[in-house]
């Protein structure tokens, strides 16, 4: 009998702890199902609340080809720094977060995309080495050098401008001897091949043979990409005052000339092209007739960077537009990203 009551004690303890491990088992889902519940509904929150963000940003670009329309209605002719696009970053508030935009003009920079433009058949009065540069490869090695870098030299301002030539162009020979081209680049440790197309973005030139972080940094102010266009008209009407390096570059002037004139240009800017060649400061210059095509009053490319936030949610868009007639917008690129 005594051993028979002592066997019911040991089953009914095994029993105990056979329920109390079921229900421990039983609590650790019910919180993980919990916490997993949780995490879902968090994540669809996080969804739903970028997806508006995402739609304000649209609606900055909505807005903004009503802002375009409107500054070119009278101005049909004439892009100046004067008109309502041009008032720098604009933030807008909105239903539990806010929308911030700039536009920037794209013909107020130089166009990377521009030395892949096919060369023109040099005059007689060229000379040999600047009769295979096209203009836009000239105004970037200038501009290199004007921008007074650390380690950059003519030699390697030429190098630099080879090497993006080579990127762009259509062919897999080097155009020079500073350029690089596939095998350059496929025997790297992470082996690539060029592009043989036009830039993306200004941050591809980090892949590109002889461009570091720190003359990237330095030149980004300065350039810009005009998506699957060679287009190299500078409109002198929105060129920054705060960068006249540029225009030094464009001219091959010296500095002070090229200050002098963005200080000469009244707020509207010129009003006709002529304007600007029968200019006090520009009849001072010397072998200015070769660098007339360059320039334009009007300009048909533009940047918004735009940016939203909703609740906690950001979203950043880049977005270039082309202008028609002065009525029509497309937007030609959207990228997502502060870049």
């Not at 050098?145 to 003519?154: E, K, M, R």
């Not at 810009?224 to 091959?252: G, K």
Request: aromatic residues 8%; charged residues 20%.
């Amino acid at each position: 009998m005594i051993i028979q009551r002592v066997k019911q004690h040991q089953q009914k303890g095994v029993a105990l702890i056979t329920v109390m491990l079921i229900v421990a088992l039983c609590a650790v889902i019910a919180s993980q199902m919990t916490a997993r519940l949780q995490m879902q509904m968090q994540r669809s929150a996080n969804v739903a609340f970028n997806q508006q963000a995402y739609w304000y940003a649209m609606g900055a670009e909505a807005f903004t080809k009503r802002v375009l329309v409107t500054a070119f209605k009278d101005d049909d002719d004439v892009t100046h720094l004067g008109q309502i696009w041009a008032q720098g970053q604009t933030t807008y508030p909105v239903d539990f977060g806010e929308i911030s935009g700039e536009i920037t003009d794209l013909q107020s920079c130089l166009n990377l995309n521009a030395l892949r433009a096919p060369l023109e058949k040099p005059s007689s009065s060229s000379s040999g080495t600047q009769s295979k540069k096209v203009p836009a490869r000239l105004a970037l090695e200038a501009l290199l050098i004007n921008l007074q870098l650390d380690d950059v030299s003519q030699f390697e301002a030429e190098s630099m401008a080879d090497s993006l030539t080579d990127w762009l162009d259509e062919n897999s020979g080097i155009s020079s001897a500073g350029g690089a081209e596939d095998n350059d680049y496929a025997s790297r440790e992470f082996p690539y091949l060029a592009a043989n197309h036009y830039l993306a973005s200004v941050n591809e030139l980090r892949i590109i043979e002889h461009f570091t972080p720190a003359i990237i940094d330095a030149i980004k102010p300065y350039v810009c990409v005009i998506p699957q266009s060679y287009a190299h008209q500078i409109n002198i009407n929105t060129l920054s005052v705060e960068q006249p390096e540029l225009l030094q570059a464009l001219l091959d002037s010296t500095l002070d000339e090229a200050q002098d004139i963005l200080s000469a240009r009244e707020e509207d800017g010129f009003a006709s092209i002529e304007d600007f060649y029968n200019s006090e400061e520009v009849i001072k210059l010397r072998k200015f007739d070769d660098k007339k095509d360059q320039f334009v009053v009007d300009s048909e490319y533009f940047k918004l960077k735009a940016s939203a936030s909703f609740n906690d949610s950001f979203f950043a868009m880049n977005s270039v537009m082309k202008i028609t007639d002065n009525k029509y917008i497309d937007v030609i690129s959207r990228t997502i990203g502060r870049n």
